[in-house]
């Protein structure tokens, strides 16, 4: 692996300049565009069309897909689709996500929830598969195409390019919504995803190694088996342990309030236009300017520091939303809610991307980060696909101050950590057997 650093500026502008940092610009765009859209835009949606609340909730169950990639994830490691073959191993996987991805989003606009919900779920399930796969391979492609000095780099063009992904699937469908309905909406989303395909047909495919031709029991005892003891090995279990509770509580404030956030801005009296306007504009505008703050310290900073103040930020921030309750219809409060909100998930993006980054072995690459990133939603989501439950029996602030202070074991976690960190690096191979 290349060891040589981004020293000093002249580093750092050399590290946002090399070409994969503009390929995960646009592969970025490719993992934010469907994250939205069978979430938080698709619960605007269902509220639409008068589906109950605790149902909403429920329904959020469908982005587990993102929790439980890992599953699949050995596969796309090791695993050369034969239709997909000449892109190589990454860009054969991502394409097919992609144009299963634009499937499922077409099936949603052919068959809306008021005509069938079970049916409507069934199809938002495999478009939630398909972008949990895109985001595993695009995790995967970039580790593998730069050192660990320029993670940073790479997960701050990643994260603005997932920023605008956010937009299309956040800003882009309500408009769409508004003015020519939800599944026509949809629909057009489809074609949008025309811009990562091309993308992926014309950047150079990183360098994998896979063994060929391998009996079934070895291929499930590497593909399946070693990445999770490589994992545990190469950390102890003890330490594995940790790292695997603190990654999965690391995001818990941000999805605790994240399936409600729909349905509460239209409580809160905004039209599905300003919502698009303020929150999935204006707000991820913010939050690209905290992602680049976050991609730059990433570079300059002591890791363990950036995790306390990303942490407490993602935390903090959702006390902000009481401003926001407690002055609904108000432009002002809508817009100071969201400034915090954004910028501080903006900034905690590249830090936990780079941090988790460099905990992988690049021989496990999809598999080892796919555990680490659908850890880092899982409880969060748990808990989320019950706080429609939450808010109809105790109200909005309930849920704001809850999620704010599930942030504290998180904290103890690191604390325990903190010592044990700054030795934890990316490898190349393989632990032996």
Known sequence: MTTRGYKGLAGIREAFAQPGAITMLFFGFASGIPFLLVGNSLSAWLKESRIDYGAIGLASFVTFTYNFKFLWAPLVDRLRLPLFCRLGQRRGWLLFALVLLAGGFIGMACMPPDMSLPRFMAVTLLAAFAGATIDTVVDAYRVEIAPREAQGALAATYTLGYRGGLIAGGAGILLLADNVGWQMGYAVIALVLLVPLVTVLVVPEPEHRVRERQDIA???????????????????????????VFVGLFRLPDQMLGVMAYPFYLDAGFTKTQIAEVSKVYGVIVGIVGALLGGYAVTRMDIRKLLVVAAIGVSVSNLLYLLMASFPGQTWSFVATLSGDNFAQGFAGPVLVAFMSGLVNRSFTATQYALLSSLANLPGKVVGGFSGFLVRDSGYPALFILSTVSIVPTLLVLAWLWKRLPGLAVVDEPSPS
């Open 218 to 244: 070895t291929a499930v005892r590497e593909g399946f088996i070693g990445p999770f003891r490589d994992f545990f090995r190469r950390y102890g279990l003890g330490l594995a342990f940790c790292l695997l």
